[in-house]
């Protein structure tokens, strides 16, 4: 059975022969919802290539004190990392830039125990100019549909009387900033999981490694933080799961993360 590593290298090759003729590195954008091992994958595809380097968006979130300032003057809610607007695409692009000149680049690490990102920095790029750059995170090629702001709340979280700005900032985040990141990108690949609930259940178990103990065994309150977490991902991922995300390859896996089928 091809695994999803093997799927994700296929398409990036079909990318790369499809796409135009482009003076620096291949930028391709690589999404999957939370658990669904786009991580891993991509970290196998780099490994077996000195020619391909990998970002995370969720190297570039805004620290602790930038998304604070965000609470404080636009909603409360942005406070928490992960949605549009919490990200500093600035920083990424600059990012981008040196990797398309040549120049080797110092990435930003973020600790998610810390929720905070620190003075230390990695550094990519230094060998030579890579053939390929993956974008991997979970929103990546994200659009927001028109009832983004008007429809109704998805849950507990959409319901607090302060999400009607948060819902109003991130649509306007999608339509702005975050579009123009996509517009730089050469192409997409989508890893599609079967519905939100099965998204649910992958970050649930991804908690439960992440503290190196059973999903059993998980502590309740981590289960009902996991539960809350997920809420913040909610609304995007559903509209990306309904077609609202730029057009690229697209994965399909199964509620055991194994691939379904692959299609362009």
């Not at 609470?71 to 992960?82: F, H, I, K, S, Y």
């Not at 920083?91 to 110092?106: F, N, P, T, Y």
């Not at 970050?203 to 490694?209: C, H, N």
């Not at 799961?241 to 089928?261: C, K, N, T």
């Amino acid at each position: 059975m091809e695994t999803l590593a093997d799927s994700l290298q296929a398409c990036v090759a079909r990318v790369h022969a499809t796409a135009q003729p482009v003076a620096g590195p291949l930028l391709v954008g690589i999404s999957g919802a939370q658990g669904c091992g786009k991580s891993t994958a991509v970290q196998a595809m780099t490994a077996e290539s000195s020619g391909i380097v990998a970002l995370g968006l969720d190297d570039f979130y805004l620290t602790a004190a930038q998304r604070q300032e965000l609470g404080q003057t636009v909603c409360p809610l942005l406070e928490t990392r992960g949605p549009p607007g919490t990200h500093d695409l600035d920083l990424l692009h600059h990012v981008l830039d040196k990797l398309a000149s040549g120049s080797s680049a110092e990435v930003p690490v973020f600790s998610k125990v810390r929720d905070d990102r620190g003075a230390e920095t990695r550094s990519i790029g230094s060998k030579s100019r890579p053939e390929i750059v993956l974008l991997e995170g979970w929103m990546l090629g994200a659009m927001a549909p028109e009832d983004f702001v008007s429809g109704p709340a998805l849950n507990a979280l959409e319901q607090q009387a302060d999400a009607a700005a948060w819902r109003a900032y991130q649509y306007d985040c999608l339509n702005g900033s975050y579009q123009d990141l996509w517009d730089r990108l050469h192409g997409f690949v989508h890893i599609e999981a079967p519905d939100f609930a099965t998204v649910r259940r992958w970050r649930t178990q991804q908690e439960a490694s992440n503290l190196d103990v059973a999903e059993q065994h998980l502590p309740a309150d981590r289960v009902a933080w996991v539960e809350q977490f997920v809420q913040y991902y909610e609304r995007v991922t559903l509209a990306m799961l309904a077609g609202h995300r730029r057009q690229g390859q697209v994965i399909r896996l199964d509620e055991q993360r194994r691939v379904l089928s692959v299609s362009t």
